[in-house]
């Protein structure tokens, strides 16, 4: 049994633990037991001898001893299921699929529970993904289960980048998880894992062939979340129809190169049920949480004018297939494989991105002081650069202001003194012309008092003759 199986068989989170295989891939230095001493001694000492080196004893090989007595590390086993068992289990399934395809029903039928939420339309303006998380219990194991859908999935005229933000939510998931395991103070026994570990890829039963919205979304998250295809709402196409579809769908998968989740076939237990619902991909599954009376049994269907469709019988559809392979069998692996295969390749992706590398150029390891040393030193030396940069870029444009206020000081300067020749050419012609004025005032007066001169004496010779004339009427009166 491998690590693996190990884990799956038990229950055990794959990030938590680690069951060793049975023979560990170092060479051991085997020898027979020893027989026992003659005398009464603690069971310690067997195995003990002079047959084994010095570089045994320090530890570069190892020895298979036998115990004298039960010891009690075969119960490490159950001791990590109840630890499992008592922190719970997480499962993040995502749905992705256009509006209309029964999603929501299908996550209702598949854990046999009403899951509350607000039914999508088709006006959305874009892609949005919805997150809800439930807590189950079953027995005595609680499940902390996140459903997200992709609501608006479909529904948009150009649909060229409707894969972008279900690509992008995965990541921030990884990021989030990274960016906790990069912690001084981690805390991952109580963190809550949102990472994507099944992806429930809705087809429609169109009956002809996989749209170039669904190849393109597929091959876009292949390498990102463990992708299950199935057939929505498959009692919309006949038997024939739908095993040619079922070809039809596999074909175009592996032309386009898509990499679907393979159920695991390593494990002893599992292969050949595992290796035959293999072969049955993609699941033409139906969902209804409608119950009706079917002989003496009230069974999930769906009832119609022609007949009934049977939820949970394997000759309408793989409902039954779907949930054993995702939830009975091999859900751990699901986790299993989020983690060591899409998380890691997430992780090296960024690490290298950052800087960080297993080995150097000449194959030597690197420890990770070295590379943070090294990381620190081309950090310091661009910073010193753009600081270099930016100073003489400052110093540049410091002195390209200053000719610029230069500049414009000459340009005020020869705007004054126009303006202030202007002023005074126009002070000189005002003054001229008051002068001017003046001279014209001053004639205008003088002819005025001359006139004024005139006047009176005119007026006074009138009034000398007037009086003669007086005087000689009166002297002629009296002759």
């Avoid at 074909?251 to 002893?268: A, C, H, W």
């Amino acid at each position: 049994m491998n690590g693996r199986t190990s884990r799956r068989a038990l229950g055990v989170p794959g990030p938590l633990v680690s069951l060793p295989p049975a023979v560990g891939p170092r060479p051991c230095a085997q020898r027979p037991p020893s027989p026992p001493p003659a005398g009464p001694g603690p069971p310690a000492e067997e195995g003990r001898g002079d047959g084994v080196s010095p570089g045994q004893e320090a530890g570069e090989g190892c020895r298979t001893v036998p115990l004298a007595g039960h010891v009690g590390f075969d119960s490490l086993p159950d001791q990590l299921v109840n630890k499992s068992v008592s922190q719970g289990f997480c499962f993040n399934i995502l749905c992705v699929g256009e509006t209309g395809l029964g999603k929501s029903t299908l996550m209702d039928t598949l854990f046999n529970t009403k899951f509350e939420g607000e039914p999508a339309t088709h006006t959305q303006p874009g892609v949005q993904l919805r997150s809800n998380t439930y807590d189950l219990q079953e027995s005595n194991v609680g499940l902390k289960l996140t459903i997200v859908s992709t609501v608006g999935f479909g529904d948009q005229i150009n649909k060229e980048d409707s894969y972008k933000p279900i690509v992008e939510f995965i990541d921030a998931q990884f990021e989030a998880y990274l960016q906790e395991e990069l912690k001084i103070r981690r805390v991952l026994h109580t963190y809550h894992d949102s990472r994507i570990h099944a992806c429930l890829y809705f087809i429609a039963p169109t009956g002809h062939s996989l749209k170039s919205l669904d190849l393109v979304t597929m091959k876009k998250l292949d390498s990102k979340v463990n992708i299950i295809p199935i057939i929505a709402k498959s009692d919309a196409i006949s038997k024939s129809e739908l095993t040619k579809f079922k070809i039809k769908i596999t074909s175009e998968l592996v032309s386009n190169g898509v990499q679907i989740y393979q159920f695991p076939t390593d494990d002893e237990s599992v292969a050949e049920i595992n290796g035959t619902m293999n072969a049955h991909l993609p699941f033409a599954v139906i969902g209804s949480t409608e119950e009706l009376k079917i002989g003496n049994k009230m069974m999930k269907a769906r009832q119609y004018p022609w007949g009934t469709v049977q939820v949970e019988n394997e000759a309408h559809c793989d409902f039954v297939k779907l949930r054993e392979m995702l939830i009975r069998v091999n859900m751990e692996d699901l986790r299993e494989q989020t983690h060591s295969r899409h998380y890691e390749l997430y992780r090296r992706c960024k690490l290298e991105e950052m800087g960080f590398k297993d080995t150097d150029p000449d194959s030597k390891p690197f420890s990770l002081q070295e590379t943070y040393e090294a990381k620190r030193n081309e950090f310091l030396g661009e910073l010193q650069k753009k600081e270099e940069e930016m100073r003489q870029m400052f110093v540049q444009r410091v002195k390209e202001k200053e000719a610029e206020l230069k500049e414009a000081e000459k340009e005020l300067h020869e705007k004054f003194d126009r303006l202030k020749k202007l002023h005074q050419d126009e002070k000189k012609k005002l003054e001229d012309k008051k002068k001017s004025l003046d001279d014209e005032v001053n004639a205008f007066k003088q002819r005025k008092t001359a006139a004024e001169l005139l006047q009176s004496q005119g007026s006074q010779a009138g009034g000398s003759q007037t009086l003669k004339r007086d005087k000689e009427k009166k002297n002629l009166g009296f002759l």
